[in-house]
């Protein structure tokens, strides 16, 4: 059974407009998924459907077998398992200080002082910020938000992260340890889903894609079968994560590689299987 699974979910705002349309897939527990598409596709309100913050105009979905209910008890009890990390962290936090932000969730569970303080250094830890801990959230750079943030959705250890695009404000580094941290928490079972405009960043680093348009589903699938379908990527207007297309170009054997220095590697001990005794290297024509 899929721990989440959305049937014929369609959202319309208030003003009119249709953001999502008849949409139905389904999420496994301790997958990593990205959640790819242009500006305009959805991603944003689906996953505040699945946190529960917006419910649909059509359609349902269903958490560990159990329809969604919105009433207060059972939106508290889903939050505990489903956290969302806002795109904006400014739409996120709220206390006086970074301590006290990420605090928040866990002390308005009922958790012992003791459980609260060990779940703040935990999440601070995690995310590089346990210097911040005593600094006002609005002396903050961006980057230092957005790692606030996800340090707040930690504290309370939820089975499943949505995370709508983390990584935007962060450098490369940091974006690196964060990729890391969701694998970790990924390899003891949490399930996350990170919605994101690098299709190469996706490609390096989920088990399988969603991709949606306009509202809809275009292709759910493992890395391979989104980012090697042609059609959908001129559709969308995307080029192919590189690894992939050099890999394709190049006709080189093996499963595809995921990353830079997977392919790199593959493609060194490819040319050194062609080599010449002399030590030349035969081109692709030859």
Known sequence: MALIEVEALSYSYPAGSEALHELSLSISAGSRVALVGPNGSGKSTLLRHLNGLLQPTHGRIRFRGEALRYDRLAL????????????????????????????????????????????????????????????????????????????????????????????????????????????????????????????????SWADCVIALKEGRLLAQGSVYEVFGNAALLESCGWQQPWPLAIYLTMCLPGVPPRRRSELL???????????????????AEA
């Open 265 to 283: 590697a593959h493609i060194k001990s490819h040319l050194h299987g062609i080599s010449h005794n002399d030590g030349t290297v035969r081109t």
């Open 76 to 203: 508290r009890a889903l939050r505990q398992q489903v956290g969302l990390i806002f795109q904006d962290p400014e739409d996120q936090l709220f206390a006086a200080t970074v301590g006290e932000d990420i605090g928040f969730g866990p002390l308005n569970l009922g958790l012992a002082p003791s459980e609260v303080k060990r779940r703040i250094a935990s999440a601070a830890a995690a995310t590089d910020i346990v210097d911040l801990l005593d600094r006002p959230l609005h002396a903050l750079s961006a980057g230092q938000k957005a790692r606030a943030a996800v340090a707040g959705v930690l504290a309370m250890t939820p089975t499943v992260i949505l995370a709508d695009e983390p990584l935007a404000s962060l450098d490369p580094p940091t974006q690196t340890r964060l990729l890391s941290l969701f694998d970790d928490l990924a390899n003891n079972g949490c399930t996350i889903l990170l919605a994101t405009h690098d299709l190469e960043q996706a490609y």
